[in-house]
Structure formats: C-alpha cells, structure tokens
C-alpha cells in the first residue's frame, strides 16, 4: 500500500500537508508539484495522520485511510474559550462515591477517547490493566494496607481497613484503572500520565468520578512485589499512574481557588 | 482565622463536607452536629477547598474564603459527552505556525487555567518559564542546534538551521512555555506533566496552537549545560516539561485514526 494517495481533482497544490508533516516526509511531484511520499517516508512515518487531518479538500489518503473513515469532526460541538476553561476547571478528585458499578461501555468508550491522548513520536505506549471486579479492586486495597502496615505509614488508612474494612486507599470507588507500557518505550511515564489526563477529563465529561491513586501509587512505585506480582503484567512492562473511578455520590457546587500562578516571563 | 466557619443558619448538617474532605478533618460538633475542624485539622490540611467547593447550601466558609469568592460554575457551559470527546480527540500537535505572537493576556489566561490541574497532595509545585521573547526562542534554538550538533542526531535539523536558520526544534513556534519545579517537589515530573498537559488543552480550547517540545526537552534531559544555564532557573529546581505554543496557520479538518485500545479487564 502506498503511504499516501493524492487525488489529484481534489488537490488544489496548497502545500499544506507537505508543511505539516513532522518529519518532512512529503515532497512535490515532479509532473505538477502534488504531494507525493519520498523514498524514506515509509521507514521514518510515525503514523500521526495530519497530512490526511489537515487537507482542506478532502484529497488525501493516508495509508488506505481516507477524509471518510477519519472520525467526524462537528465543528458545532467546540466549546467556547470559557466552555473550555471550566471545563478544565471543574474537574474534582472525588473521594465519596455511589455503590453503582460504571457499565463496561462507558469505561470502554473513557479508554477510547485516551487514545488521541499525544505521545512522542505518537508511539503510543499506553497499555491498560483495567479492575473492572469490585473483588478484586478490595482484595488490591487489602495488599496495599499490607504494605501501609510493613511501612508504618498511613496509620489511619490501616485503621480503618482493620476495624471496619473501610476503604481510605481507594476510598471505596469500584473501579481501578492502571497504565502500564513496556520498558522499551521512550518515554513512557510522561506519555502514560498524559493519557491518564485525558482519561481523567474524559471522566469528567462524561459525568464519572476519578481520583489519582496517590497511596496505591506508592506502593508501586515502593516496589511492593506482592502488589506488582498480583497485577500480574507482561514481562518487562511498569505501572506509571492508575486512577480510581466510579460515579460520585455528590455534586461539587463550585471552583474554589488555587494558588497564583508562579511564572519568569522573558 | 479558624480553618472552617459554618453558617449555622444555613448548614443542613446533611455531613457532605464531612464525607468530602479528603483527610477526614471535619467531624460533627458536640452541640448539634454541625461540621466543625478536628484539632489537626490545620497542620495536616491541603488547602484543597472541597468541603467549600461541595456544600449544596453554601454554608461554609474556608480559611476565610466564602462561596461568593470561589470561581463561578454556569452548568450551562458544561460540554455534553460528545461535546468534550471531541474537545479531547481533536487538539493537535501543530508544527506550522503563523507569524504573529500570542498576546500577553492569552498566554497568562492559559497559565491560569492550569493552576486547576490535580497535584499530589494538592501542593501545586509547578511553576512556569514563559519565554515570550520570539528572539529569546531563537537563541534558545541555537544552543538545541549545537547540542544535536555535537551529538550528531537529527543532522536534518541542523542542517536547516545552518542554511536557512529555519527553526526545526520548535517549528518557527513564536513562544516555548516550560514547567519546571523544586527537586523537593513530592511527585513533580507528574505534576508537572499534567499541568503541561491542561495548558495543552486549555490552548486547544482558546484556539492556540501548541507542541510538545521533544526535541528541546531531550537537551534538556541530556543535562546539556549551556541549555540549562542559559534557562536561569532558580537553584535546586528542575524542567519537567515544555511546549511550543502559538497560531495554527492551518485548521484541522478531520481527527485522524489511533491505535486501538490495548486493555487487560479484570
């Protein structure tokens, strides 16, 4: 398959996809200047898609993938600049959550917007272990609490597990959503966190409640193998976040403040 | 100033602010059960603000710090799902910018809105160089050049940089914004990562280009000194992030295709 198809009735020779290619990858034909691939282009294409997201005229397949088979873009659906910035704004770590599972679609479709998350060179390392089974995200805490208890750290969180199995690790939200990617990725704990970002606001757009997962973090991040043994993950691959999640049991009202913005301009 | 002040007359004692508070804090008053601080409350206490941001009666009062004072919430901006799938989805890497700068008051805008991106124990380390000056943005250019130089990658963008002086790092971006933080910072390579990442969005949002900044930030993480140095940051504080940032040239069209999901469910 050729990496890219022009159509030539639709080309206008605006040069934009050759401009917008991060690698340089597309040149001119010598029979009238339309965007064709050079030799290397195959070898060094990271499979980003603008040539094909950008063309104006609809004239560019990418790989077999034409403007048709691009999901839709509703121009409609663009949120104001202040849409946006509450948007981003209001999003709330949420620690008190319904005893209601979130359907498996809704956590599929959250995964599926976190994949247009950016990753260097749009490798796209991200992997999911998602604890869908409410079980099993309780018999994960109980491991965690093990290693709080060795620790001597969070004596409450111990506490409260101990006397009334109460659930201050992932305070009782029923699901556990872990990135993970391999070793060899090049960077993978900034790309991971960036997805979990958007995983996050996709969240939140959707009306499910998340909060990092700071103690269970830790205890990953600490090492404790019989937590990194019970996730059981493909050889040579490493936790970089999990969020926890599920449908809040209160509505935040408002945004209260944060601190000022600490900035250089230069 | 106490921590919490409740207004009697209006707190329904209804324990939401209880239940909220991510270190249980709040507990209930010997004289009728209004929400009143535990005694350790302002030592261990995050400056979070939920039990202000969730009181469905705006009866309390946080450091000082009533309803009136928190930013306004319009539930009528919210994104519909669809609506913030596709905000997520559509923002893209832009590496073909227009000849115009970003106005002072856009790029404070987009910095403010980051201040509300989640932090490990809400410490809110990331602190930000906004290197405005497009001049600035060169000179930095040139110390990226001489490190590929003497590194011997990316000879393509060395040699369109001694040719031309075209600007293959930062892709002829007016402004570079990075994230840096104090090494004593609890979790700052992540803070400071989705912070990069709400700018990021928030930009998307205010139809402002942006990239992330890999190859500046491989010097940067390559410890190449002249780099550093010529950055100025305050002692003990490191870069976590950047990004290029200014006016796409050219709009998007379409959202290309991904990977597909890559999920294991337990």
């Given at each position: 398959?050729e990496?890219?198809?022009v159509?030539?009735?639709?080309?206008?020779?605006?040069?934009?996809?050759?401009?917008?290619?991060?690698?340089?990858?597309?040149?001119?034909?010598?029979?009238?200047?339309?965007?064709?691939?050079?030799?290397a282009?195959?070898?060094?294409?990271?499979?980003?898609?603008?040539?094909?997201?950008?063309?104006?005229?609809?004239?560019?397949?990418?790989k077999?993938?034409?403007?048709?088979?691009?999901?839709?873009?509703?121009?409609?659906?663009?949120?104001?600049?202040?849409?946006?910035?509450?948007?981003?704004?209001?999003?709330?770590?949420?620690?008190?959550?319904?005893?209601?599972?979130?359907?498996?679609?809704?956590?599929?479709?959250?995964l599926?917007?976190?994949?247009?998350?950016?990753?260097?060179?749009?490798?796209?390392?991200?992997?999911?272990?998602?604890?869908?089974s409410?079980?099993e995200?309780?018999?994960?805490?109980?491991?965690?609490?093990?290693w709080?208890?060795?620790?001597?750290?969070?004596?409450?969180?111990?506490?409260?597990?101990?006397?009334?199995?109460?659930?201050?690790?992932?305070?009782?939200?029923?699901?556990?959503?872990?990135?993970?990617?391999?070793?060899?990725?090049?960077?993978?704990?900034?790309?991971?966190?960036?997805?979990?970002t958007?995983?996050?606001?996709?969240?939140?757009?959707?009306?499910?409640?998340?909060?990092?997962?700071?103690?269970?973090?830790?205890?990953?991040?600490?090492?404790?193998?019989?937590?990194?043994?019970?996730?059981?993950?493909?050889?040579?691959?490493?936790v970089?976040?999990?969020l926890?999640?599920?449908?809040?049991?209160?509505?935040?009202?408002?945004?209260?403040?944060?601190?000022?913005?600490?900035?250089?301009?230069r």
């Amino acid at each position: 398959m050729e990496l890219i198809n022009v159509d030539r009735s639709k080309c206008k020779r605006d040069g934009i996809c050759i401009s917008e290619c991060p690698f340089s990858l597309i040149g001119e034909s010598e029979d009238g200047g339309y965007p064709v691939a050079r030799k290397a282009a195959p070898r060094i294409c990271i499979d980003c898609g603008h040539c094909l997201a950008v063309c104006p005229h609809g004239a560019l397949t990418f790989k077999g993938q034409g403007p048709e088979s691009c999901l839709p873009l509703d121009r409609k659906l663009n949120p104001t600049p202040e849409a946006a910035a509450q948007f981003l704004r209001s999003r709330r770590s949420i620690r008190t959550y319904k005893d209601k599972p979130v359907p498996r679609e809704v956590l599929e479709q959250l995964l599926d917007i976190s994949r247009w998350a950016p990753s260097a060179k749009n490798a796209q390392p991200t992997k999911w272990l998602v604890i869908e089974s409410t079980a099993e995200v309780r018999r994960l805490i109980g491991l965690v609490v093990e290693w709080l208890r060795e620790n001597g750290s969070f004596p409450g969180v111990v506490a409260a597990w101990d006397l009334a199995e109460r659930d201050l690790v992932l305070r009782g939200a029923p699901h556990l959503v872990i990135a993970y990617a391999s070793e060899k990725a090049l960077k993978p704990e900034i790309d991971c966190t960036i997805a979990l970002t958007y995983l996050d606001l996709a969240a939140h757009g959707m009306g499910v409640g998340t909060c990092w997962a700071g103690i269970f973090l830790g205890a990953i991040f600490n090492n404790y193998l019989p937590l990194i043994e019970a996730l059981g993950l493909p050889e040579n691959h490493r936790v970089h976040g999990a969020l926890m999640l599920g449908y809040p049991k209160y509505r935040y009202q408002r945004i209260p403040q944060r601190k000022a913005t600490d900035a250089i301009w230069r």
